[in-house]
């Protein structure tokens, strides 16, 4: 929910979502075990990633649009926003941008290298203190 990336998988673009979804569960189980216990995905994957999901102990929620705000243009969908952010961060790096590269290992290191970058930055960024909003609006 903070963002944070915990698992890379690069398919080739002939490659189904639910190949790609599949493959980022059994990794992220390979790493971290029984500390990962849900995991959200959109409309977009089939019922094999909850099967394989379900196979690892990992409880996998579709985020569903909510019916009411059809005919209403853009509305974020709830939860959906944390990764949109994160593809949004990683976009602003240059070599993310396109693909250059051949070979998914290499790209996959520089997904690394640019979320090492953002969290670099969230560490270092002083957050205005609760006095500068109150500052700020007055």
Known sequence: MLGLI?????????????AAGTALLHQTAERYGMRLEKALVDQGFKDEVLIHGALLDIDVEVVRRNPADQGKGFVPQPKRWVV????????????????????????ASRVYWASIANMTRRLTTPAPAWRDTLAMAA
Do not use: W
């Open 84 to 107: 949109e952010q994160v593809n949004g961060t990683l976009m602003l790096h240059r070599r993310l941008a396109r693909e250059y590269d051949h070979r998914p290992d290499t790209s």
């Open 6 to 18: 915990i698992g890379v998988v690069v398919p080739a673009a002939s490659a189904h979502d639910n």
